[in-house]
């Protein structure tokens, strides 16, 4: 099933999921029109958005969702958010802000990609990019706006931050089972909520893309780069907040409430790690 003629808005166009959602959109139906938010249309990604069939590039950011609407030529059918910036206050006064919003102004559906939260939900984490999550998950669900929540776990793409695969080997808990999910499936999901809402309304769904011991990710990257990781310097990047320094021993210490064999039950197609790899060692090689 597909949809037809529908007016979506993405925000974070140019980020990791807002990209990945509307590449995965353009390819749905020639009538859609997908509008994709950021605040400086000419830089070098903007520009490349600009370029796909369907896509009409507009400043703004989450921060004024009212500004992009307005710009919509018609009715506001679909819109993707994820909190940005590390400011809980501002995530959840922007968050509530364009639930408010969707409901006065008749959106016709939300996706909000919140986050996984590792067996914490109910209780209090301290921190605080954690807890404004919760806070917009809350509002949204007692909202009268139609949605999806997603909850992704880590980015297999945090592979290829400074420190992250360093990581693994010397630091990530031998008994706790991670996880982790590519962000161009999170764009894939995002778009096949928002091409079919009735069946993904209220629904919230934790994604998954692969599972494994510290020993199974340092198996599959051996596989795919032929690098063992254990050779890798044993570092931790003394440089980072101590807010950040607390949210990545949160994500270290912590198993993922998402389990893979639920997310292939709504998307059966996410990539596991070794996918994911030598996808990107296809597309620039390691
Ligand atoms: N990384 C992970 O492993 C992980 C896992 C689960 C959940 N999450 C959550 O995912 C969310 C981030 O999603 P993402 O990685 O897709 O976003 P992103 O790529 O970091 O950013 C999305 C876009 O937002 C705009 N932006 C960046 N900072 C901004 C700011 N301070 N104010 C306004 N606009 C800003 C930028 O676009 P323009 O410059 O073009 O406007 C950027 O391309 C966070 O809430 C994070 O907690 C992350």
Redesign the pocket.
């Known amino acids: 099933m597909s949809s037809q003629g529908k007016n979506f808005v993405i925000?974070?166009?140019?980020?990791?999921?807002?990209?990945a959602a509307v590449q995965w959109l353009t390819k749905s139906g020639t009538d859609n029109i997908i509008y994709a938010?950021?605040?400086?249309p000419s830089?070098a990604?903007?520009q490349s958005l600009a370029t796909l069939p369907h896509v009409q590039v507009i400043q703004g950011?989450?921060?004024d969702p009212e500004k992009a609407f307005a710009q919509v030529n018609g009715t506001v059918d679909g819109v993707f958010f994820?909190?940005?910036?590390f400011d809980a206050k501002d995530?959840i006064k922007e968050g509530k802000q364009m639930i408010d919003l969707a409901g006065k102004s008749g959106v016709g559906y939300l996706v909000f990609?919140?986050?996984?939260f590792s067996g914490h939900r109910e209780d209090v984490t301290g921190i605080e990019?954690i807890e404004a999550?919760k806070v917009i998950e809350d509002y949204l669900i007692s909202s009268f706006v139609k949605y999806t929540i997603l909850r992704?776990?880590?980015?297999l793409?945090?592979l290829f931050f400074p420190g992250y695969a360093d990581a693994i080997p010397h630091f990530w808990p031998r008994q706790l089972i991670k996880s982790g999910i590519a962000?161009s499936d999170?764009g894939r999901a995002v778009s096949e909520v928002l091409l079919n809402p009735a069946y993904f309304e209220g629904k919230i769904i934790g994604l998954s893309g692969y599972e494994g011991s510290p020993q199974d990710w340092m198996h599959v990257w051996e596989k795919v780069t032929g690098e063992d990781l254990r050779k890798r310097e044993k570092k931790m990047n003394s440089e980072m907040s101590e807010e950040k320094m607390k949210m990545l021993k949160f994500i270290m210490f912590n198993e993922n409430d998402a389990r893979v064999e639920r997310t292939r039950a709504f998307f059966p197609w996410v990539m596991d790690l070794q996918t994911f790899l030598e996808d990107a060692k296809a597309r620039k090689p390691m």
């Open positions: 925000f974070g166009a140019t980020g990791k999921q807002g990209s938010i950021t605040r400086d830089s990604k903007a950011d989450s921060s994820a909190p940005v910036g995530q990609s919140s986050t996984d990019a999550k992704p776990v880590g980015f793409e945090n962000s999170i």
